[in-house]
């Protein structure tokens, strides 16, 4: 197999099989996480559940060792392949906008760290996870596995969504997109939710969408948020 990771890559599976134990520990940064907590329900999340799993995915694993002391910031950081954790608000905000069940069919464009899919998995989704970097995919996949969860990941371009899956409960978006992908708003269940972040590559809208009816949708903007940009046929260049 060819071998894709960079050194520091490569790092976070040296601990791999003791991620749950010694320095990766869950445990580890318990009083961080609850800190952290605070904050981002300080800053107006509500939802219970949201930050039920924030206090309890430990997201010092999702990113490098050398970034692990920031983990319980509430910042974004950089997971390589010029991209980023999201910030923990900007994960627990998108989050609540889903309004995620248990057992809802969740599709996330942007696996990224794998962050945001624990959260949804730790809240009971049934989540689907598109990623178009490959090392991206292949180191969320590993920590998703290490902690027990089972999502279904792909490494394609996300901007088409995962129509073989579809319909969803909800989406979310976790790259600014240039207009609202019209695949995803396809791929959605009636009723469902479509959460992406809209604008150009400096600053973003939050757009909610739910599918009302079979050609019914009801749009929403909520706040400016900044993100990485959505690259692909329906997004970026
Ligand atoms: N949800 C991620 C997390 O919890 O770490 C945040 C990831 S980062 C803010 C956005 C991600 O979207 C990046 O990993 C980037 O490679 C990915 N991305 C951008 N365009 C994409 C596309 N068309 N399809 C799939 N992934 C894409």
């Known amino acids: 197999m060819v071998n894709i990771l960079t050194p520091s890559e490569k790092r976070i599976f040296k601990t791999g099989n003791s991620l749950t134990k010694g320095s990766r520990s869950h445990k580890r940064f318990g009083r961080r996480r609850s800190q952290l907590v605070k904050k981002i329900e300080e800053k107006g999340i509500k939802d219970q559940n949201v930050l039920q799993a924030v206090n309890s995915v430990p997201r010092h694993i999702f990113v490098d060792t050398a970034f692990e002391n920031r ?72 920590i998703l596995q290490e902690l027990g969860y089972r999502p279904h990941l792909k490494l394609g371009d996300g901007s088409l969504g995962w129509g073989a899956y579809a319909p969803y409960d909800g989406i979310v978006v976790t790259a600014g997109a240039p207009v609202v992908p019209e695949d995803l708003k396809k791929q959605l269940e009636i009723g469902g939710k479509l959460v992406v972040p809209v604008g150009d590559q400096k600053s973003q809208v939050m757009i909610r969408i739910t599918r009302t009816g079979e050609d019914e949708y009801k749009e929403e903007r909520l706040s400016h948020f900044k993100f990485v940009p959505l690259i692909g046929e329906k997004g970026w260049d």
């Open 71 to 142: 983990a319980y910031e509430d910042s974004a950081l950089p997971i390589g392949n010029d991209q980023t954790i999201s910030q923990p608000y900007t994960v627990a905000a998108q989050t609540e906008l889903l309004e995620v069940k248990k057992g809802d069919k969740i599709l996330e464009i942007g696996t990224g760290s794998g962050y945001q899919a624990a959260i949804l998995l730790h809240m009971g989704a049934e989540v689907y996870s598109v990623e178009r970097h490959e090392k991206l995919y292949l180191n969320a996949k590993e």
